[in-house]
């Protein structure tokens, strides 16, 4: 592989910072070299000094979005949990649904999953891979784990009758967490795919590339998480 | 995989095209070509809507009466030849949604953006071409889904709720009307998946105007075009998402009996809605004006970006104020995700929160009339020549002074509730956010076309096609606000049973001319367009003796643009008519010496 070294590139660690050429209103090119890599090494072209940056920009950005979705739904969850037009009637109401207990579970198992996969990430970064392969395998299954924890809590609300048009808590309870599960599961596939790449032990400068921003996306999705579980159990 | 020998900076690193009829021109990675598919779906809807249009103007001015073409393009919705009140109302529904989301959003930014953001920052292409080809295809799905929504109902043609897709009316189902069944779900699949592919899209944008630029290409040395869609681009990132969400709702909403939107206790055509309770109906709304207003901006601000562009080529004059010009992008952006409420003054709001929104909203006249004064200095005491894009660039400027004038009525609460509902709103939208846009996709149609298909257009069509249809929408749009002031309702599919509009036929007849006759010259720009593609005269590299990038390079782009050599960036972008230099604009990647007349 040519480029099995692309890491020794010199790149600010800051999300912005390594593709930022030139002082603003800097005279000439001259002075633009100094923040950037302005001599390459030998191998190594313009593409592939942005390429991690443009990815570790480009995942913020689409966390922005994805913030957003989830910020519009909070708004509309607050709306209608405090000035819907109410009437007596037990369908209009909002009855706040009781929490299934596996939502502990699941709780506790993405949070698992964060903290191995951020274990992977510094393993990997040492360039331990029997650690990193046992970790990335570990978060996958934890992962899976956590959606097979929602599953059993929709299920155990289902049985107890409480469907998606119930009643307003239990719509956006549904809506909430199977968006989150959507969003999750493009995580999973990626880390599917790092898994069978670290199994395979195929692991170059583009897998090193994707962990990183895989598990940007992975602990924004914890995160994620943790503040629906509060949202739609714990805030009144 | 094979080695491959990276050279180093400096010398050539060029990227092959791609083989093959589809590879290249059909599902392609390059930005050019992507650019170009854009830009022609964008056409295709431009003309539905304009059709749509027409048989709008047609109902209004000559109420019910039979017109035989009419049963040859609508059999079943129109039997007996006449355009009944749910036609009329699907013809307005897609109208409005055809020309916001697959004109007005997706030429300017999906369009020239895509083509010429990349060359002009001096990339080879976007930061994720293969995002990018997944993000127009979306939309092209997207416009087929909405194409669907056209077969939906037999006696329309599509929902009848207006683009806004008003809840509770859009949540019902059949009980609402015609279309609203099917119909519904079609249209708002159709934005959802707009939704998600203008994300993507936006994404691309930010990521390769930050990381992509060129050596010295400092962020005010960008062009103002490049601004434009960065901020336009930020504005569809965190505005899409929310009527994402809205969408979401609203399908849910429609297909599984909740009670987001819906009020209990409502009748409707007669009956007593039973599965739903408890809705906010205002919801809605405000999710969807969250989004609906940022929208004005993602349509306007690429033409504002290539006004500045193009008046300043064209006066031969830098850009007045350069960095306020970019402030003012800014300024606009970020005002436009505080305003959404000033659409809705009508639905019941505490004053306290309508003042708040009112106030907000006229703050924006401040921005609005720096980049207006800045336009008129741009070309104060310039050179100027009146070619087709400079005609068009100063269209703009006139229909956004005419259309924003107005901004100002609307924006205020008690100048708002007498006109909100009435010809006064669509007189007021359609020239600052409609024609405006339009004018600058004409604008850029114009100045880009030699670059993009290396012929020129013809100037005399082009200069004919702006004075009839500056003529035109004038006659259309103007005469609208007067009749919102008689009171003219908005929506309704004649007026000429409301006794106390007994004076509006002349008026009405008087638009409908206007509108056949623009809709009838629109076909000279899209003459002029074919024709210049196979028979216009060849286009040098820089035929409009403009500085930016796009200017430096072969008419059209190679595949990777710049050759494999990344451009060195030495000025600003308008340098025109510098005090000493050799000749009256000096390209951005001329280091100085190349410039001076004397070295």
Known sequence: ?236 | MAEVIHPTHGEIHRHEPPKGFIRKYIFSLDHKVIGIQYFFLALFSVLVGLVLSVLMRLQLAWPNQEFGFLKVIFPTAAESGTISPDLYLSLVTMHGTIMVFFVLTTAPQGGFGNYFLPIQIGAADMAFPLLNALSFWTTFLALGVMMMAFFAATNTIGPIGGWTGYAPLSALGERAGPGQGLGVILWISSIGLFCVASLLGALNFITTMLNMRARGMSLMRLPLTCWAWFTTAVLSLLSFPVLLAAAILLIIEHQAGTSFFIPGGEYVSGKLLEEHKGGSPILWQHLFWFFGHPEVYIAILPGMGLTSHILATFARKPVFGYRAMVFAIFAIGLLGFFVWGHHMFMSGMDPRTAIMFSLITLTIGVPSAIKTFNWLGTIWGGQIRFTAPMLYAIGFVSLFVSGGITGLFLGQTSIDIPLHDTYFVVGHFHLIMGVAAIFGIFMGTQFWFPKMFGRMMSESLGKLHFWLTFIGVNCIFIPMHIMGMMGAPRRYSTHYNLQYLSELPPLTHFVSYAAFFTAAVQLIFVVNLFWSMFKGPKASDNPWEATTLEWTIPSPPPHDNFEGIEPEVYRGPYEYSVPGASKDYSMQTEPDEAVRSDG
Not at chain 1, 26 to 47: H, I
Not at chain 1, 143 to 162: D, S, T
Not at chain 1, 207 to 235: C, K, P, S
């Open chain 1, 1 to 236: 592989m040519a480029r099995g070294l692309t890491t020794d590139v010199k790149i600010k660690p800051s999300g912005l910072g390594g593709g930022m050429r030139g002082p603003n209103g800097g005279d000439g090119p001259d002075e633009t070299g100094s923040e950037g890599p302005k001599n390459w090494p030998p191998g190594y072209s313009r593409d592939d000094a942005i390429e991690p940056v443009k990815y570790r920009i480009g995942m913020w950005v689409g966390l922005a979005s994805i913030l957003m979705l989830f910020v519009s739904l909070t708004s509309a969850y607050i709306v209608r949990q405090t000035s819907g037009l109410s009437d007596d009637s037990d369908s209009g109401r909002w009855i706040s649904i009781k929490m299934p207990w596996e939502l502990w579970l699941s709780t506790g198992v993405l949070l698992a999953s964060s903290g191995t996969f951020e274990l992977a990430r510094r393993a990997l970064r040492r360039n331990v891979y029997s650690r990193f392969n046992l970790l990335i395998s570990v978060t996958t299954l934890l992962g899976v784990a956590f959606l097979g924890g929602q599953v059993m809590a929709w299920r155990h609300l289902a049985a107890q009758g409480i469907y998606l048009a119930s009643n307003p808590h239990s719509s956006f309870f549904y809506l909430l967490t199977s968006l989150h599960a959507i969003h999750l599961i493009g995580g999973l596939v990626a880390l599917i795919c790092l898994t069978v790449f670290a199994l395979r032990l195929r692991i170059g400068s583009r897998q090193r590339n994707a962990v990183e921003i895989t598990a940007l996306y992975w602990h924004f999705m914890d995160g994620l998480w943790i503040y629906l579980f509060l949202l739609l159990f714990f805030w009144r």
